[in-house]
Each structure stands twice: as C-alpha cells, then as structure tokens.
C-alpha cells in the first residue's frame, strides 16, 4: 500500500461490504456476521443486494456498523471482502481511499488487480477449506465460515458471540455446529498468525442496542395482519413481497393452529394470479371475514378493475405493496417508492384509495394491523406501502407492543337484532353523515337485510338505476367518506429544527432512514430545515399548514416523477414552484450522502451566497460559509 | 331499465315447503331479459330446486359475472346476499365468500363469454380447488349484451344472425371441467326443466366443485337456423344418458326398472341421486370414458346431457386447507390476535 495514504482508523463506525456469487451458501455467514455485532450492543445497519436469480449471478450484503444508530446507507465502502471474481474489478474500485480488501489469495493475482491507495488482506480461503474438508459442498459452505472466522479475528468481533449464535441455528444438531466452530476457528487461527489484529477497523463491546429487535418489514407487516385478525389471505408470488404471504403462514402454524384438532383458523391461498388473489380478498370481505394480499406494483397493476369494484362496491380490503423498480418487470430486486400514483387512483373512473407509509418494520406491524380496522371502517381498499428496502430488509427497530384491551373495530355492521328492531337498511345510505353506510353480512336474517352488490349504478337503496342524480349523490357520498378518512389514518409526524427556520423538509416511508442521518449532518453544517414525515393518505391539513409556513419545502423520494410532490399538489392545492424535489431511483436504496449533498446543493441555490450568520430574505436557510464542504 | 319489484302479497293457498316457504319466497325481482330467454327458464328452474331443497334462501349467497346470464341472480332468491362482479372474475370472488364463511350455499352464476373467454383462467382454477359451490354456465353460444358477437363455445362452422361463419374451434366447458378435476360434471339445456331442476338439487347437496353448463338460447341474436345453441337444434340433437331423481335421503325403489337401468349416488350429506339411464353403457363414475363418450357425440353435432360425471367423495377446498369448523368471519379476538405476552416473546426471538 502506498504510504502516503493513511489507513482507514475506525471504532464502531464503518461499512463492510460482502461481494458474493448467488446461490453459494453465503448468506447465512453473512447474516451471522451482523447478528454478532448487534450481539456486542452495536447497532448494524444490514442489506442484501441481490439479483433476480438463484444461482449464479451476484449478490452483496453490506453491513453499516454504526453506534449512532443510524439505519440508512452511509455511501461507500470501507472493507470489501470481495468473493466473487466476476464483479472484482467494481468492488474494488469502490472501497474508500485507505479502506480494506479481504480476498481469497489462494490463486495469486496479477498487481493490476490491487490499488496503492488500499490494504490487501488475504487469506488463502479454498486452500485452507480443500485441505480440511473432502465433500465439494462442504468446501464451499464452509468457505463462507472460514472468513467469518478470518473476520473475526480482523475487526475484533468476539467469537463467542458467534459461537453463541451457532448453538442456537443448530440446537440439537451437534455434527453440524461442531463443523461450523472448527471452520470458524480455522480462519480465526489464519487471521490471527498472519495479520496485526485488529486492523484499523473495529468493533467494540457497548450497550447501544438496548431492547431493540432486528426484523424485515414483510415478517413485521404479516405479523401485523395477525394482530389485525385477518384469516384470508390470498396471494400470487411476485419478488418483493413473497416473504410477506410466507411469513403470514408461518405465524399462522405458530399462532392460529388449534392445538387440539390441528384445524387452522385462517385460510391462505395462492392464486392464479394477482387478478384472482384481489378477487378473493374482494370475496371474503364482502362476506365478513378479514382478508389481504401482498403483492408488488406489476400486482397492482392487474388488480386496476377489481380495485375500481373495491372502491364503488364497498368493500373493505387490505393489500400490502412491497415496491420495486418500475416500469414493467423494471428492476423486481431493487428498491423504489414508484407506486404511489397507481395506488392512489387506482382504477378506472374516479378513484380516490387510502394508502399508509410505515417508515420501518415497526410501523408495519403498526400499520399492518391497522389496516384491518380502517378498512371495515372505511368499507374501502387500504393500502399498506412498503418498498424492498423495508420489506427485505432486515432492520434494528423499536420491539413490537400490542395492547391487549384493543378489539377489532368491524365498522358499521347490522345484525339480525338490529334488522328485528325494525332499523331502516339502505346499504349506500348515509345515516350519520360521515359517509360510511351500514352493511349486512351474507346469511345473516331470514326476511331482512339482503341487498345486490354490483358495481353498476345503485340508488341508497342498493337498487339498480342510471338516473344522474342518484349516481351523483352515490359518488359525492364516496367523496365525504374520503374525508372522514382523513380523520381516521395516522397524522404526520412534525419535528422543528433546532433553529427557527423558513425551509422543511417532507418525506415518507424508507427514506426516513437515511433522512433521519442527514438532517443531523445539515444541522452541523449549519443547514436548519423543519421536517414532517408523512405517514398517510388522504392528506392531514398539518400538511398544507407545513408547506404554508415555510417558503422553500424540500421532498424526498425514491421515484423519478416525484409523486409525492404530483399528489401534494394535486391534493392539497398548492404552489408548486414552493416545492423541491430530491430524487433517488437507481434502485439502491437512498443514503444519507446523497440527501446531504442534493439537499445541500439546492440550498445554496436559494441561500444565494453562503456567508456566516447572514439571514436572506425568501430563503430562511441558515447557511455557515466555509463548513459546507 | 327500470328495477321492477314483484308484488309481496302471496295467496294464502299456495303450498309451502318444510321449512314453511312458498315458492314466491325463492324468487327475485320481474326479469329484464328479453322475452323466450332461455336464461329465464334457468332462473325459473333455481327457483324451484332451492324451493324443493328446503334451503332457507338467505343462506344462499348468488355469485355472478359480467353478461346477460349474471344479470339473473337479480331474478331469483330475492331474499339472498348477491354480488355482480368484474366480467370473468366471479370464481375468484366465490372463492374468498367460500374461505370467509363455509356454512352458506354458493351459487355462482355466469356464461360463456363470462367463463370461456375473459375468465377462462378463473374458471379452470376454481375447479381445480374444488371449491364448495354450484357453479352454472348458461351457454348460449353468443355475447348477448353487445349484441351478436361469436363466444367461444361457438361451434366452428355454426353461423351468426349476421350470417358470418364461426371459423373457431369451440371450447366445450363440459370436457374442460372434466379435465381440470371438477368433482361434479353436468350438462342441461334450459328448455328441459324435468333435467335441469333435479341436476341443480344434485348439485347444490354435492360437496366440491359442482359445475353444470346449461345450453341456452339467445333468442335475440342466436336462435336462427345455422346456430347450434338454437331452441330446435338442441331439442333435434339433445342426447340425454340419463335422467335423475334427487332426494335428500335414500328412499325404497317402489317402480320395476330393467336390469341396470337405475343407479344410486349417495352424496355426502347422505342426499341420493337416482340416475334411470337412457344409455345402459355410460357410467358417470368412469372419467376417461366420459370424456371419449363426450367426444364422440360432440362429432356427431349432438349435445350430450345429463350427470355425466361425479365422485361423491372429494374432500373440498375447506378440508384442503384443514379450516376450522366455524366460519372464519364469525372468529373473535380471542382467537385471533396473540396478545402482548406472545409479541414480548416474538421480540425476544429477534434479538
């Protein structure tokens, strides 16, 4: 390594990055590696890139040890352990000036291969691995343990954490968790011979993890339609979010299984498609069960005519939309919140939908439950909104609470004994005013209650007609139950700056994790916004009172056409030249870099020039001249 | 169109079933259909079947499509939930009612276009599942509602009112059905009610997938001479193998019959189907020979009728999927959410 270049120094605060071919068993180690840091009570910030394939093509798994806490990318990398040859040139090329390359030397390679300006640690990873073990699939699975082992002894991590972890995957498979502690130990040993451990990259014991948990958004949310009491569930594969339907069975056996006669009580179907999953959800909750699917945005889209019967018909629904790159089949493995338009006005005709935005695994328990509730309130499709980034990820969140004394909010539903007090049934009537109307379930009296659901023209009444007015009346009921909805999803969450200020900053979803960093490193350049998170729609009047009282309101978001801002504007009548987008969508998820240094940008722009303690009229940024790099 | 309610008054003389309705109390509102609908007569022969079953009409739930044929659910059981859906999409949507609540009668109501063209898919999957339910297609050959055009279970070489020639191959929902492991298959024509109205009872006491494809004619734009779903070609082609008796529990057989020409079903619900066999040599519990049966007189032009297949003894979609025994939608709280205590430990399991 060139001298002149000073290694990368680091306690507790950098980025490893694992380059590896799909299908190669690496996972598993990679995933030991981050649970063992969260183990020494240091927050990790974990993510899988990965391809659309199973065997072959490359993957990544990037790990942000981070005590701060912070639960976005950073940006860049500050230890490769570059696995796979065919992707080395890249990985390489995007390790930090004085960063590290941990690479199996088992073959020499040529010096072109190498840069001055970082330390090359190799380890002879097959070698060690063909001289240990006879079995092909051996040697390759154990490959993975064997630089666990060698990363251990490099960064400092403590092996029993490891090992701790080992008894607990292979509880009473004691061959296997022998293996895996002699593999692990086999690198550890190489490590510790060969190199100065630690490098200048380390990991050291804190108690900055606390009682949170480490869990992806689709396992979270799935667990959500459990405590929100959903039983149907019907569902079409689609990458993202086929974690989510699984995860529901499987806290089904664990929770819903009567443990006398085996009986389930739910029922889970995969459909024929997403065509067929969103009729069955339809089907289900007209005749009063719970019911969701989980789809992504190719989903979405051929759910469009159903969703329209959904909205004029009635009837609840839930769907959770794990997004992905779009259009078309666009990136199926990458992230992006691009689904915001098609599910906000889905369908043909006049469509208004509620969507809710859970920032983390949390709110999608949170929102997974409460999805349920809204939608027999509302008698309306909810959509849950998750992207990739939560859904896939594994994340360090708050743990999961419930409330035992909650119960099921069914909305407005007349039983037979309200049906034999002889109270007025008009299935579209508004009787109270905040335009939900009263339903029956099927079967539920003799003479009483029954009515024709269509998603032709009806009057109150449930009866068919084409008379304008009746159809008026029909949509602008819709239109006030849209209203009422507002009151009922979750408000946006306003946080000052620590500084009085006349620019805010909006966002929503997975980019709070990365928003949460940069605001943070604004403030200390001396950049103040005022920030409001937006966790639903319809839009809560906090919104419009936001962008008002402020003059320059930045938007974050991980599309290219900036729906957010099209459907702030759109909704909440407001000027547009008040709003600046920040756009990410290459299908990483945003980091805190990038929003740093767009948000940066732009406020010099408005800020004119950045002079110490000036305040400018029209900008409200208060900009330090000198710090801003 | 206007919706027509039928007068509610009944005359005190009319007879009542056992469980003290009149036949009045089966039916819905005053038909819009065009006047000699064959649909008409299959609305009338629901009506009566349900009335002979003793089935309280509200534990119906009527599914339907999109078409002149999911318009009738408006013309029977009045006193049932209906749901007209998306055009195509009525299996799907039965199939959610059906996981939802297994203690009500589905019956899903479509037609050719509904179920051999748009909704071909939906179609072989609810069958596939064997969803508990009654699922007739009330075939006429032609979409209705816009007026003339070919469906798919056109015959090729069959003509339009038009005069234009049908150059595609027909889809016959009999032989698919068949293929796709419908549990129950049946075909009727609407014009022969003494058939359709013991199949319809059949049906609905089957336990699965009980689907009948009932020929109907289009007395608007498919009932001419060159149509094969004609009142006079289907009455001239009509090949019946069987005619049934349906009755809920079995009872002695009190007239002579040949030898072999009488066979029992027993359905599940212990519910008997008489079949008096017009063909000695069909056996509606062999498939393969159904279906060459099938194929054979469909050769020939005819239009084979009759129960031509069931197994008695399928386990349906509910049993597939091991459901508790009551209906999802009546389970509470306490049987669904877990509580605090098994989240604090869901969170321990994470960390």
Known sequence: MDARVKQLSRINDFVVKFANVNGSGSASANGLFAKAILRMGVPVAARNIFPSNIQGLPTWYEVRIVEAGWRGRRGGVDLMVAMNPQTW????????????????STKPLPPSKFREDITALGVPLTAICNATYTDVRQRQLFKNIVYLGALSALLDIDPIEIERLFSEQYRGKEALLDSNRKALHLGRDHALANFACPIGLSVQ??????????????????????????????????????????????????????????????????????????????GAAWNGARAFTATSGPGISLMQEFLGLAYFAEIPAVLFDVQRGSPSTGMPTRTQQADLMS????????????????????????FGALAFDLADRLQTPIFVMLDLDIGMQDWLTEPLAWDDSH??????????????????????????????????????????????????????????????????????????????AKNLVPKPVVTRASQPTTAGVIWFGSTGAAMAESLAELERQDVHLDRLRIRAFPFDDAIIDFVASHEHVFVVEQNRDAQLKMLLVNECAIDPAKLTSVLHYDGTPITERFITQEIGEKARLYNVTPLTGIRYPGSGIRKTGGKAA | MTYLAKPKIHHPGLPKNALGYTRRDYEGAISTLCAGCGHDSISAAIIQAFYELDVAPHRVAKLSGIGCSSKTPTYFLGNSHGFNSVHGRMPSVLTGAALANRDLIYLGVSGDGDSASIGLGQFAHVLRRNVNMVYIVENNGVYGLTKGQFSATADKGSKSKRGATNSDEPIDLVLLAL???????????????????????????????????????????????????????????????????????????????????????VLHDGGVVRLHKLDASYDPSDKVGAMAYLEEHRARGEVVTGLLYVDADSADMHAALR?????????????????????????????
């Not at chain 1, 005709?349 to 859970?358: E, I, N, Q, S």
């Not at chain 1, 299935?427 to 269509?454: K, M, N, Q």
């Not at chain 2, 549990?183 to 006491?205: E, M, N, Y």
Request: charged share 25%.
């Open chain 1, 89 to 104: 040139d890249k990985d390489v090329a995007e390790i930090e000036s004085g960063g590290y390359l941990f690479y199996d």
């Open chain 1, 205 to 282: 014991r804190r108690d900055a993890v606390g009682d949170r948990i480490f869990i992806d958004g689709n396992a979270a949310a799935a667990l959500g339609a459990v405590y929100g009491g959903a039983t149907v569930a019907a569902w079409y594969p689609i990458t993202p979010s086929s974690s989510l339907a699984e995860s529901f069975a499987k806290w089904c056996r664990k929770f819903r299984t009567d443990s006398a006669t085996g009986q389930q009580r739910y029922a889970i179907v995969q459909a024929e498609d997403e065509l067929s999953s969103i009729g069955m959800v339809i």
């Open chain 1, 343 to 366: 599910c906000a006005y889905a369908s043909h005709g006049d469509t208004k939908h509620v969507l809710l935005l859970p920032e983390d695994p949390r709110e999608c328990f949170e």
């Open chain 1, 407 to 484: 119960r099921m909010d069914r909305g407005k539903v007349m039983t037979a004994a309200d049906l034999d007090a002889g109270r007025d049934f008009g299935r579209y009537l508004d009787v109270d005013g905040d335009g939900i109307a009263y339903r029956t379930y099927p079967g539920t009296h003799p003479a009483r209650g029954s009515y024709f659901t269509r998603g032709t023209t009806k009057d109150r009444y449930a009866r068919y007609t084409e008379e304008g007015p009746a159809y008026v009346d029909n949509m602008q009921r819709l239109q006030r139950k849209f209203q009422t």
């Open chain 2, 179 to 265: 293929a796709l492991g419908a549990t129950f298959v049946a075909r009727g024509f609407s014009g022969d009610k003494t058939q359709l109205v013991p199949l319809i009872k059949a049906a609905v006491a089957h336990r699965g997938a009980a689907f009948i494809d009932v020929v109907s004619p289009c007395v608007a734009f498919n009932n001419h001479p060159g149509s094969t779903k004609s009142y006079d070609y289907v009455r001239e082609h009509n090949e019946a193998v069987n005619r049934l008796d349906f009755m809920p529990e079995r009872a002695p057989i009190t007239t002579e019959y040949p030898e072999g020409a009488v066979r029992e079903v």
């Open chain 2, 323 to 351: 459901t508790v025994d009551m209906p999802l939608n009546t389970l509470n709280d306490p049987d669904l959410v877990p509580g605090n205590a098994a989240l604090a430990a869901v969170n321990a399991s994470l960390r």
